[in-house]
Nanobody, 116 residues
Framework: VQLQASGGGQVQPGGSLRLSCAAS????????MGWYRQAPGKQRELVAT???????NYADSVKGRFTISTDNAKKTVHLQMNSLKPEDTAVYYC???????????WGRGTLVTVSS
């Protein structure tokens, strides 16, 4: 499985960005897709995940601001990020796995910078 992410960039506080990730290869094995992020000097953390059944999970820090969605037929996942804060600055990684909560595949990171 290969994951190709896009959509990172720089935005001012309060702004919005949309990340997208497309899976290719043995996509039949994918049950969960989502996003993790890693800020400088910090550990990688979960941002949001979603299953093929539409069950989503969010980090407390992004609830109400970020929305994850998926197109199961195309095996793509999107992350709409609104009301961005400087603390959202990080490298965002697309992830996928065969079961809930299990990541087996990682995409290359895409940098999101929130700064005025």
């Amino acid at each position: 499985v290969q994951l190709q992410a896009s959509g990172g960039g720089q935005v001012q506080p309060g702004g919005s960005l949309r990340l997208s990730c497309a899976a290719s290869g043995s996509i039949f094995s994918i049950y969960t897709m989502g996003w993790y992020r890693q800020a400088p000097g910090k550990q990688r953390e979960l941002v949001a995940t979603i299953t093929t059944g539409g069950i989503s999970n969010y980090a407390d820090s992004v609830k109400g601001r970020f929305t994850i969605s998926t197109d199961n037929a195309k095996k793509t996942v999107h992350l709409q990020m609104n009301s961005l804060k400087p603390e959202d600055t990080a490298v965002y990684y697309c992830a996928a796995g065969p079961t809930y909560g299990r990541v087996e595949y990682w995409g290359r990171g895409t940098l999101v910078t929130v700064s005025s």
